[in-house]
């Protein structure tokens, strides 16, 4: 059976913080992790609901709500998914993400919080849930993310935290990919479509050298 996209990430690799999980034509998925997966230390199914109810209405009327397609709790407990127009870039994601959280301590009354409203309405706690956005913010703000930055490099040491899970995953798939072909025989025999070899010629090693010394000089100036 075919392995689904959010079990191929190494979760040992993953700590608090905000991934690009997948991207399903015009909608993207972020993982919002506030706790290290597989420590032993998991949020309550009171915490997870009670954050759910507040962060889901404070992204929905935001500035980007109608941008906003889904906001939600993770089985594991150590996170929420959050799924956003593509029209949506992951800086403005990250700002949205940080300016919501610093607007939890003000709300005084937990939203939705009665019977008609919602299936377990006396399973909430709304300081249950500050303390947990509060936990999680920390947790951003400490990877030191500066999407506002106008400095290439800065805004790119930003989106490392991003892209690096789905790269191991996909050098992850690439491996096993490898392995049961190997073990299915494969040996790239004679009788085999194989990629014809191309050779990149001195103009193009030139433009590559080039491309290196403008990305250098960026980044140190």
Known sequence: MKTIA????????????MYIS???????????RTRRPNAGHYMSNLTMHSVEHILATLLRNSARGDEIV??????C???????????????????????????????????GAKRKM??????????AAKAECASYLDALLARGARFESRRLHERAQ??????????LSAFKRADELAMA??????RGAR???????????????????????????EILL
């Open 6 to 17: 959010s079990f191929s990430v190494d979760h040992d690799l993953i700590g608090p913080g």
């Open 22 to 32: 997948r991207i399903d034509g015009d909608v993207v998925t972020y993982d919002l």
């Open 70 to 75: 889904y906001f939600g709790p993770m089985g």
């Open 77 to 111: 407990r150590t996170g929420f998914y959050l799924l956003v127009r593509d029209t949506v870039s992951p800086e403005d994601v990250y700002r949205l993400l940080v300016e919501t959280l610093r607007n939890v301590p003000d709300v005084t009354e937990m939203f």
């Open 118 to 127: 919602c299936g377990n309405y006396r399973g909430l706690s709304l300081d």
């Open 158 to 167: 930003a989106m490392l935290p991003l892209i690096v899970p789905i790269f």
């Open 181 to 186: 072909m190997e073990a299915r025989g494969y």
């Open 191 to 217: 009788g085999r479509t194989r990629k014809k070899s191309v050779s990149l010629p001195l103009s193009g090693w030139g433009a590559l050298a080039l491309c290196a010394l403008v990305c250098a000089a």
